[in-house]
């Protein structure tokens, strides 16, 4: 959710787009990301869940497509086919930083936590 929150608000500052398409854009992110991101944890999950990546990949390029032919006045919907393969490329790349960041807070924390609970478990002297 920080990883989306934070291309957004880029999105948002570098862009002089009216709102509108802003609204467009967080919904192709939270199609082609967010809901992934919620079954893809590690990255075997990104490999055993490759289906549910590539159709959210391609349904929120094509939200984004017609949404942004929707919102722009010159866009036009169907107009660069690029646009679905990079939403699928875009959205594996962002769902393997996703599962490496878990991955590597995970182990962390696992690590804080067998640390404190072998210091709770020494006698005091």
Known sequence: MLM???LMLVAVLVSGAPP????????????SFILPAVFVETLSDLKRLWFLV?????LGGLVWDIGAALTIAKGNAF????IYPGAVVASVILLAVHSVVLT???????????????DGAAPRR
Do not use: D, F, K, N
Not at 20 to 31: D, S, T, W
Not at 54 to 58: K, S, T, Y
């Open 104 to 118: 590597v807070s995970s182990r962390r924390r696992r690590a804080v936590q067998q640390a404190v609970a072998a």
């Open 4 to 6: 989306a929150t934070g």
């Open 20 to 31: 509108r398409v802003h609204v467009v854009e967080g919904i192709a992110l939270a199609i």
């Open 79 to 82: 107009e660069l086919p690029l």
């Open 54 to 58: 590539l159709v959210c990949g391609l």
